[in-house]
């Protein structure tokens, strides 16, 4: 007689779970560091600036706390976990996205995110190694100087910079229709827990959207004026809210926004359903 529990389909692999929720737990440490960072540049507290926004001046900022590189060396495994889960759900389409041009293109935003953040993880891995100290200067403005000199490099950078403004604008669009909230609402949470995500959420999604759209913009200039130097990732964007009329204030806002960011990653890492 057969076995029954041949029949019976296996358990989805834990694992790809735990990559999940620990890359998230990362990425959340990540955006609420940033977040703090911005909101003290904002006002000065601290003798705090901008240019500590960029990725390498948050690890930084990990590396100088108490046990500061097991920390950054915990980072950079999360957001290397975190890497790993967004190839799974690229590969073995996990969210059921499908084959057709609309799911190909998730699915390919999921790859594009993975990239990110295990450029991330190999920066962070290579700090706490000493084999980099994250002073090399603004990767943004070197990936920019070196797209203007390929052949019609104006016209790479301008893509780069349209595709970045759409990018933008979708996170606004997307925190704004609150469009995430099934994910959300999948998880069975209890009706405050997920009334506090869906809030954090939007006010997460959109505070990215603002630092995107002006990343996006500062590139569009890079290619108009054919000069790497008017291009430039956090630390440029936050200091051109700070430069604009009340800028301290609105700064403060994105701060507080990405930070929100950050707790909604914390909150997914607990609660949202993990498909694998």
Not at 219 to 230: G, T
Request: hydrophobic fraction near 45%; charged fraction near 15%; glycine fraction near 12%.
């Amino acid at each position: 007689m057969a076995d029954v529990s041949s029949y019976v389909p296996s358990p989805p692999p834990k694992w790809v779970e735990t990559f999940a929720r620990f890359g998230l737990s990362a990425k959340g440490v990540v955006y609420c560091l940033l977040g703090i960072l911005a909101f003290m540049a904002a006002f000065e507290i601290g003798g705090q600036s901008t240019e500590n926004t960029e990725r390498s001046g948050i690890f930084r900022t990990i590396q100088d706390m108490p046990a500061g590189n097991i920390l950054l060396g915990l980072i950079a495994l999360g957001l290397l976990c975190y890497a790993i889960w967004r190839f799974i759900q690229a590969v073995r389409d996990t969210e059921d996205k499908g084959s057709d041009a609309k799911g190909v293109a998730k699915r390919l935003r999921y790859i594009f995110s993975g990239l990110v953040y295990g450029s991330f993880a190999v920066l962070a891995a290579r700090m706490v190694l000493g084999n980099s100290s994250g002073s090399g200067g603004d990767s943004r403005q070197t990936l920019a100087a070196k797209l203007l000199e390929q052949p019609f490099g104006q016209w790479l950078v301008g893509l780069l910079a349209v595709g970045t403004l759409i990018a933008g604008i979708y996170q606004i669009y997307y925190g704004y229709s609150e469009k995430y909230k099934k994910e959300v609402q999948s998880g069975g949470l209890k009706h405050e827990v997920e009334h506090q995500m869906i809030r954090a959420g939007k006010l997460g999604y959109m505070a990215r959207g603002i630092v995107w759209l002006i990343i996006g913009y500062l590139f569009l200039q890079a290619a108009l004026k054919s000069s790497s130097s008017e291009a430039g990732g956090n630390k440029a964007a936050f200091q051109f809210l700070e430069n604009a009329s009340y800028g301290s204030f609105i700064l403060g806002a994105v701060a507080l926004g990405l930070i929100c960011y950050g707790i909604f990653m914390f909150m997914r890492a607990k609660y949202q359903p993990i498909h694998t």
